[in-house]
């Protein structure tokens, strides 16, 4: 590793010069005299870092070799450190990185660059997405994959930064994640050529736990929206995520911000990270901070023009939006789940949560009012109710595996008769990535409801004996709602129908579900 960029050795000082707080320009470099803890011994002859200011992204990752770790700060498009991948992307011999960041932008964009340019062998993310690269470079072999369960990927890197080498999660029990087997390497050929290991187990109140090991990077490098020269980072919005525990995480943190403020100017009680996890700061050059999914409200006429499966998903979406109860804190998934936020009953209130560090979601934003740090889980623009909050990543998913959400809304693939549910990859075809799901499913106390279309494109059930994709969660749904009917998941006993689509009878429920199930006696058309 490089020396700090300036350093000075104080060999010679007395105690009568450090008992001020002030500061000297000395060839043009800022040096700061602080009072030493009246605890803490004086120690003479050490060498301390006058200035953390790196004079351009360049410099700041030019020490970077070749088969680093190194963690990457964002979510989606929202709080990357544009200024820095940009660095990296433009310095060949920074090549065969292991990449920790939950999902790697999209095609040429944030770390969609340093997959164009091949310095990345291994990406270790939660979620691929709609990175037509990432898929196809991890598909052909190209790249290895080490795909993680979002909310144990921020704990696994906060854990790191905490000197904390593994923990016990509930997360992924019964799954891939604990037995092993999910693709991390392809061959040319498509056969896999890597699996991940099993992990191991531990009983804790009756109750098997994975074991997860830590995280941390040989470099971590984070967006913030303003720091200080001591390198205390302040985020904005939604910008925080993955930066927050990643700036803890890294060997050496590097933290690129949009503006640099002297040393006083933050208020203590407004910093997210103290200066002492930060050691190197870039000022923010030529960011785009582009948008992935700029969703507004569409005015009635819009509306009206949806295309008929769109409209089929709005009945679906609009019964799912009944499960709702006020004052119930929810999470909605990506896709139809998200949609059901807009029929939510007016005269409830409702605290939507976004796992990327989001609570109190409100509707999608009008034009003049898109935000490219407000997004929610979905890469969607959105917009915060008055007494929303926002958070770190580490820090939403401690709400959801500490039971806090009453009830997580999310799509799916396959769902069992016993209530198993595959939402996250078709093996060798199609990969998005666990993102969040595993999380939300293996939360005890946590209502689970799915939302989905009854068949596939092809007419096949999607309601099942047993899924045959990879499990996203096992006896983990509650209820299903499709566009034709409404499951209960009763426990040791399978399917209870409880509600027919308007149009929709049992005979036809029946001909499109390959499992068996039981009626209710009070079935009927309800939506």
């Known amino acids: 590793m490089a020396p700090p960029l300036y350093s000075f050795c104080f060999k010679n000082l007395t105690m009568s010069k450090l008992i001020t707080h002030q500061a000297s320009v000395f060839r043009g470099l800022t040096i700061s005299w602080r009072r030493p803890h009246k605890l803490a011994p004086f120690m003479v002859g050490s060498c301390r870092q006058i ?8 410099k700041a990752v030019e020490d970077i070799t070749a088969g680093s770790t190194v963690l990457f700060g964002g979510f989606g498009l929202c709080g990357i450190p544009e200024s820095l991948i940009g660095a990296i992307s433009k310095n060949p011999s920074i090549k065969d990185l292991i990449a920790v960041s939950n999902n790697a932008g999209i095609d040429g964009v944030g770390l969609g660059k340093l997959l164009n340019t091949r310095q990345i062998r291994r990406m270790v993310s ?8 990432f898929a196809r470079q991890y598909l052909s072999g190209e790249l290895e994959v080490e795909l993680v369960p979002q909310g144990t990927l921020a704990e696994k890197i906060r854990a790191g930064g905490a000197g ?9 029990i019964g799954t891939l994640v604990e037995t092993g087997g999910i693709p991390i390497k392809y061959k040319s050929d498509g056969e896999v050529d890597i699996f ?3 992990r191991g187990t531990g009983v804790f109140g009756g109750k098997r736990y994975i074991m997860e090991q830590s995280i941390s990077g040989d470099y971590a490098l984070v967006k913030a929206w303003k720091a200080d020269e001591l390198g205390n980072l302040v985020f904005r919005a939604s910008a925080n995520n993955f930066n927050a525990p990643m700036a803890t995480a890294g060997k050496v943190t590097i933290a690129e911000a949009e503006e640099i403020v002297p040393v006083g100017e933050l208020k203590p009680d407004q910093i997210h990270i103290p200066g002492i996890h930060v050691h190197r700061i870039v000022k923010s050059t030529g960011y785009q901070k582009k ?10 006429e819009q509306a009206n023009g949806m295309p008929e499966s769109m409209k089929k998903r709005i009945r679906i979406i609009k019964r799912a939006a009944k499960e709702f109860k006020d004052g ?13 936020s807009n029929y939510i009953d007016p005269t409830i209130t409702v605290y939507l949560q976004s796992e990327n560090g989001i609570l109190g979601l409100g509707p999608f934003p009008t034009k003049d009012k898109v935000d490219a740090d407000l997004i929610n889980a979905g890469k969607e623009t959105v917009t915060v109710l008055k007494g929303g909050a926002f958070f770190s990543s580490d820090t939403s998913f401690g709400m959801i595996r500490g039971s806090r959400i009453d009830m997580s809304v999310l799509g799916g693939m396959e769902v069992s008769e016993t209530g198993d549910l595959a939402n996250w990859i078709v093996p060798g075809k199609m990969v998005k990535g666990m993102g969040g799901a595993v999380d939300l499913v293996s939360a005890p106390g946590t209502r689970v409801v799915v939302t989905m279309d ?27 709602i499709t566009d034709k009917c409404v499951f209960d998941v ?13 149009g929709c009878s049992v005979e036809q429920v029946r001909a499109a579900t390959e499992c068996d199930f039981s009626v209710a006696p009070d079935v009927a058309e309800t939506y």
């Open 51 to 58: 200035s953390k200011l790196y004079p351009s992204a360049e």
């Open 126 to 133: 939660s979620y691929v997405g709609e990175n037509r690269e």
């Open 164 to 172: 904390i080498p593994a923990f016990y999660t509930l997360t992924g």
């Open 196 to 198: 991940s290991e099993p």
């Open 291 to 300: 948008i992935e999914k700029t969703t507004v409200q569409h005015d009635q």
């Open 328 to 340: 119930m804190y929810a999470n909605l998934g990506i896709g139809m789940p998200m949609l059901a």
């Open 454 to 480: 009854h068949c596939s494109k092809d007419g096949s059930p999607k309601i099942l004996k047993r899924c045959t994709l990879p499990l996203t969660g096992v006896n983990c749904v509650n209820r299903i």
């Open 490 to 502: 009763i426990p040791n006993k399978g399917l209870l129908l409880r509600e027919l689509a308007h």
